[in-house]
T-cell receptor, first 116, second 110 residues
Framework: NAGVTQTPKFRILKIGQSMTLQCTQD?????MYWYRQDPGMGLKLIYY???????DKGEVPNGYNVSRSTTEDFPLRLELAAPSQTSVYFC???????????????FGSGTRLTVV | GQSLEQPSEVTAVEGAIVQINCTYQ??????LSWYQQHDGGAPTFLSY????GLEETGRFSSFLSRSDSYGYLLLQELQMKDSASYFC???????????FGIGTKLQVIP
């Protein structure tokens, strides 16, 4: 059982470049999230999805885009990378429905991104 | 909106007990959870409190007081491997968008 898988683990981008951070989960979770974590700080929500085809903005969405074409995949796209996007990015998933919710998120191992 | 306060750093001795507090201000509240994160690692879920009182899971316990907007994580029989950052997180209700605190860095010393 792989859980949440993120790729790549590390990446260095030049200013203005673009890239996609991949996230896949095999737990059939309906909710998925992207967070960024800056040094010594908590987790800030970038985007989230409550199911395939449905996405919404979190606290810090500027400079990012997402899509959710399947239950399993939730890629995060960075367009025109800026130094302010240097951070560690975590993808997470959880299950929620009317009958039962798992209140614990399952996180991927993270992508460490540096923009120079 | 939501805001959470927790101490930035705590130091404790191996074998001892340590309590990490979390106070919150939220426009809605459904429950409080705790996560552990080792340096360079991913956050891992420890516990969730939806009702007032104490929840125990092995050496870790978590407490919630809704009337005081306060909770804590209690770690007993501290081990060196417990050195990590601990985050409290609030579920405000509605869509499951959790707000995380900035984390408490726990250092366990011999």
């Amino acid at each position: 059982n792989a859980g949440v898988t993120q790729t790549p683990k590390f990446r260095i981008l030049k200013i203005g470049q673009s890239m996609t951070l991949q996230c896949t989960q095999d737990m059939n979770h309906n909710y998925m999230y992207w967070y960024r974590q800056d040094p010594g700080m908590g987790l800030k929500l970038i985007y989230y999805s409550v199911g395939a085809g449905i996405t919404d903005k979190g606290e810090v969405p500027n400079g990012y885009n997402v899509s959710r074409s399947t239950t399993e995949d939730f890629p995060l796209r960075l367009e025109l990378a800026a130094p302010s996007q240097t951070s560690v990015y975590f993808c997470a998933s959880s299950w929620r429905d009317r009958g039962r919710s798992d209140y614990g998120y399952t996180f991927g191992s993270g992508t460490r991104l540096t923009v120079v | 909106g939501q805001s959470l306060e927790q101490p930035s750093e705590v130091t404790a001795v191996e074998g001892a007990i340590v309590q990490i507090n979390c106070t919150y201000q939220t426009s809605g509240f459904y429950g409080l959870s705790w996560y552990q994160q080792h340096d360079g690692g991913a956050p891992t879920f420890l516990s969730y409190n939806g009702l007032d009182g104490l929840e125990e899971t092995g050496r870790f316990s978590s407490f919630l007081s809704r009337s005081d907007s306060y909770g804590y994580l209690l770690l007993q029989e501290l081990q060196m491997k417990d050195s990590a950052s601990y985050f409290c997180a609030v579920y405000p209700g509605g869509y499951q968008k959790v707000t995380f605190g900035i984390g408490t860095k726990l250092q366990v010393i011999p």
